[in-house]
């Protein structure tokens, strides 16, 4: 009994050592991504400006506090996000290709944003509330499609993937739709939309993605014992006192919420959901308490990666950066689906 204890100690150890190393990384890319830029300005001057806060003055104060913190501060938001939305769905789904993206939600959040701002749907005068409550609406139906499909269906992997590929070219059509009918100026807003820009970055989206991140990750720590218990079977955690459908239900809810957030200001971002959460658990298995925490920083970091490459590959202006996700992420589903063997 001593023995099991001292391993299960030992092994936590090593999951909280995982989860201080990916912190010490994930502090070093928002590094990088705070001094990287088309203004060449020097890391001293950079930290000086930080030091000087929002009330500084001069170029500095505009570069850093109007344009690259906003920036940085949304990149990782939304990719820590994304990160646990899908870590959330891969473990009720059981599905290892379950994300975001590859169930659809993140298109039809993406039609719902489109809706907001074709219509000009706005909440007490502001853009930005109606974008977001239309962005969750359609990602919790979405949610509850794949939810009941699920109920009904079962689980099982054809089925699910066969739901979000629907999903996806049925939201797709109907934001071309939205596209084809818009002006000019309002079509090319919706096109920039499906890239998933940080240029539309402002210290509202920062404040608004923290808190939905917030919120969710309390709701979920405090769902992280029957999670983990999840991750060892549906039979098994129903004979440990777990209601299933009440836990993929609320968890479905969560995770609309947390993708709403992400989709609200900078457009559709693939395949972030996908690959944190598999990164995560190759350092910590299936225990949700650091799962939760290593998947939010894998989001973030690898949202932070990717702006830092569409910087550098885009002098001058900042290549979106859903295209940089998307070429990471091909490869890695490619991948999985080949590893995949039921």
């Known amino acids: 009994m001593t ?46 400006a930080l030091a000087a806060g ?67 749907f706005a909440i007490a005068g502001q853009l930005w509330l109606g974008t977001s409550l239309l962005a969750f609406l359609f990602a919790l139906l979405v949610s509850v499609c794949i939810y009941y499909m699920g109920k009904f269906r079962g689980m099982s992997t054809m089925t699910l993937i066969l739901t979000g590929i629907m999903m996806n070219f049925f939201f797709t059509a109907l934001q071309q739709f939205l596209q084809y009918r818009a002006s000019p ?31 969710c990750s309390i709701a979920l720590m405090r769902r992280s014992w029957r999670l983990t218990a999840l991750s060892a079977g549906e039979e098994k955690a129903e004979s440990l006192g777990v209601n299933v459908e009440r836990l993929r239900f609320s968890v479905f809810v969560i995770s609309a919420v947390l993708i709403s957030g992400a989709v609200s200001f900078i457009g559709t971002v693939a395949f972030v959901g996908l690959v944190a959460p598999h990164c995560a658990r190759l350092l910590s298995g299936d225990d949700q308490r650091f ?12 949202m932070l990666l990717s702006s830092i490459v569409s910087k550098l590959l885009s002098a001058g202006s900042m290549l979106p950066v859903g295209i940089i996700t998307s070429i990471v992420g091909v490869p890695f589903l490619f991948i999985l689906i080949l590893r995949k063997r039921d």
Do not use: H
């Open 54 to 120: 929002p009330n500084g003055e001069g170029v500095a104060k505009v570069v850093v506090w109007d344009i690259r913190l906003p920036m940085t501060l949304t990149c990782v938001f939304v990719g820590a996000s994304l990160g646990v939305a899908g870590l959330q769905l891969q473990t009720i789904t059981n599905n290892p290709l379950a994300s975001p993206y590859t169930f659809g939600i993140t298109a039809s959040a993406s039609f719902g944003a489109a809706i907001s701002i074709t219509t000009g």
């Open 185 to 215: 100026e309002i079509a090319q807003i919706i096109s920039g939309w499906t890239f998933g820009n940080l240029a539309r970055s402002t210290w509202t989206s920062v404040a608004v993605s923290a808190a939905f991140l917030l919120v």
């Open 3 to 48: 023995e099991k204890s001292n391993g299960y100690a030992g092994l936590n150890r090593r999951r909280m050592m995982a989860v201080l190393i990916s912190a010490f990384a994930f502090a070093l890319a928002l590094g990088f991504d705070l001094a990287a830029g088309s203004s060449n300005m020097a890391f001293a001057d950079l930290l000086k």
């Open 291 to 302: 799962l939760l925490p290593l998947s939010m920083l894998f989001g973030g970091m690898l």
